[in-house]
């Protein structure tokens, strides 16, 4: 799964089973919050 970092423009290839488990507080999440 394509992972997004907290740049918002570098993109980390992550095993799905890892990327799953982890929370979605910053990245991509974090700019979503800032458009809304």
């Not at 394509?2 to 974090?30: K, M, Q, V, Y």
Request: charged letters at 25%.
């Amino acid at each position: 799964v394509w992972h997004h970092c907290e740049d918002g423009r570098t993109l980390l290839l992550l095993p799905i089973n890892l990327h799953e488990n982890i929370p979605h507080t910053g990245g991509a999440a974090l700019l979503r919050r800032r458009r809304d």
